[in-house]
């Protein structure tokens, strides 16, 4: 199975920040690597896919990006809604494991 | 408007079983693949496993950790998803999600979830 690694676990920022999630695949994924945020009590929203793609309706300020085993997440200039959890997840062979989450905690 | 609507959770004893449901609606059930995914309470997400779309012949595949006392089927029919859980263990209590895809893979669609507590 392939594992992925997400760092940090939780993160404390200011509004208006800048934030960068890392994922790291234990074994090459190519860009098979999905992004999704989670509100407390919801479901997860997929953000991006294949990476770098942002999905439908997502605030340009999330970018993603990293090919292989080293995968990114950036948020630029923290929204109050921001402050949730979030998820990577690859999608190169079965099963499709999740990282471990971060959530995002207001400084 | 695509929807997933999961029921049939609850609680349930160790070593029994349950049948989770996902009605779907506003999309074309047969084309997709269709997965579960689990979350226990303040944990990461788990994939399940999924049941593939009828292209290619509805087969199914499953993580280790359920291979062999969950499954998962599809009334195609009715567009509605199950997932069959047997032999329940303590660990297995979460909030259980369907998810649709986009694109042939990526979790686009999620239903609301449903909580499952195993105990005594």
């Known amino acids: 199975d392939i594992q992925m690694t997400q760092s940090p676990a939780s993160q404390s920022a200011s509004l208006g920040e800048s934030v960068t999630i890392t994922c790291l695949a234990s074994?090459?994924?190519?860009?098979?690597l999905a992004w999704y945020q989670q509100k407390p009590g919801k479901s997860p929203q997929l953000l991006i896919f294949a990476a770098t793609t942002l999905a439908d309706g997502v605030p340009s300020r999330f970018s993603g990006s990293g090919s292989g085993t080293k995968f990114s997440f950036k948020i630029s200039s923290l929204q109050a809604e921001d402050f949730v959890s979030y998820y990577c997840?690859?999608?190169?062979?079965?099963?499709?494991?999740f990282g471990g989450g971060t959530k995002l905690e207001i400084k | 408007e695509v929807k997933l609507v999961e029921s049939g959770g609850g609680l349930v004893q160790p070593g029994g079983s349950l049948r989770l449901s996902c009605a779907t609606s506003?999309?074309?059930?047969?084309?997709?693949?269709m997965s579960w995914v689990r979350q226990p309470p303040g944990k990461a997400l788990e994939w399940l496993g999924f049941i593939r779309n009828k292209a290619n012949g509805y087969t199914t595949e499953y993580s280790a950790s359920v291979k062999g006392r969950f499954t998962i089927s599809r009334d195609n029919s009715q567009s509605i998803l199950y997932l069959q859980m047997n032999t329940l263990r303590a660990e297995d209590s979460a909030t259980y999600y369907c998810?649709?895809?986009?694109?042939?893979?990526?979790?686009?669609?999620w239903g609301q979830g449903t909580l499952v507590t195993v105990s005594a």
């Open positions: 997840q690859q999608l190169y062979s079965t099963p499709w494991t």
């Open positions: 998810a649709r895809d986009i694109y042939g893979t990526w979790f686009a669609y």
């Open positions: 074994q090459t994924i190519g860009t098979w």
């Open positions: 506003g999309f074309t059930f047969t084309d997709y693949y």
